[in-house]
């Protein structure tokens, strides 16, 4: 695991960050004191306007980011897995090479084609990364992430490159993932709609600390919902954004359901 400074060792959170600041120049901190929980299986999204640090925080929680020590104390589990809005998948090896990719246990193969049937690729096992499509590369990634069975999964702006369609089926795929091995996730995402339908938890990040966070406690995630468009408008003002889509948007048809998921 990367270095964290500080780490505090509570195992009863997945995620627990206490006083997280992070600068790039002297103008000012992208994150200033940030403290954050997340429960173990739990779902959050984060969302913020563009530059508010939520791909800053998120390279923080990865250990992506050295030069994040001794500004703060983060806490994360030792198996976390990261998802990105490009699959990342290595061009020069076959889809289940990728998943199972760094994996040094002898039924790591078979684990990789149990993940990949999970996402739905089952019978792609050989196929070269160029030769799946975008949404089938990020079942691809996805795969990759599971079958190193994480505590905590780390997703920037999975779906942002897809088309609609292709995103939502990849929601549904998500959501029973998660409902399956049950990792804590934080999710990044400019996408409202997308963070009410996924998340236990929406976070929304302002001047470099938690400026709002809200838990999604709606039986049915259909954004024909009154109580769905009451939260998106709520969450949308926190962004500093009218919402004027009183008239229920053309998708709203679309039911999300966390039963449909399953
Ligand atoms: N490596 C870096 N060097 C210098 N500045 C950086 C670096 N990484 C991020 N920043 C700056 O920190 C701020 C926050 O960036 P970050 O990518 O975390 O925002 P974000 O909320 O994820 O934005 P977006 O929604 O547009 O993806 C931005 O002003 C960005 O320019």
Not at 209 to 227: F, G, I, Y
Request: aromatic share 4%; with cysteine.
């Amino acid at each position: 695991m990367a270095t964290h400074p500080g780490r505090l060792t509570d195992r009863t959170a997945a995620v627990r960050v206490r006083g997280l600041h992070r600068s790039f120049s002297r103008a000012g901190g992208v994150l200033n004191g940030l403290d954050l929980d997340i429960a173990p299986g739990e779902f959050v999204a984060l969302i913020g306007r563009s530059g508010s640090g939520k791909s800053t925080l998120l390279r923080a929680l990865a250990g992506l980011d050295r030069d994040v020590a001794g500004h703060g104390a983060v806490d994360v589990p030792d198996k976390v897995s990261v998802v990105f809005q490009d699959s990342r998948l290595l061009p020069w090896k076959r889809v289940l090479d990728n998943v199972t990719f760094g994996l040094r246990d002898k039924d790591a193969a078979q684990r990789g084609q149990v993940a990949l049937a999970e996402v739905g690729l089952e019978g792609r096992e050989k196929a070269w990364p160029h030769e799946l499509s975008g949404g089938e590369q990020q079942r691809a990634a996805l795969a990759r992430s599971l079958v190193r069975d994480p505590e905590l999964l780390l997703a920037d702006e999975p779906f942002g490159a897809l088309d609609a369609l292709t995103r939502i089926r990849m929601h549904v795929l998500l959501r029973k993932l998660c409902e399956a091995h049950q990792p804590a996730v934080l999710l990044v995402t400019h996408d409202v709609d997308e963070a009410i339908v996924l998340a236990d938890r929406v976070i929304v990040l302002d001047d470099g600390v938690v400026a709002r966070d809200l838990r999604v406690d709606l039986d049915r995630r259909s954004q024909a919902d009154p109580e769905f468009a009451a939260l998106r408008a709520q969450l949308l003002a926190e962004l500093g954004v009218e919402d004027d889509s009183a008239p229920a948007p053309r998708h709203a048809h679309t039911r999300y359901d966390r039963k449909a998921a399953s």
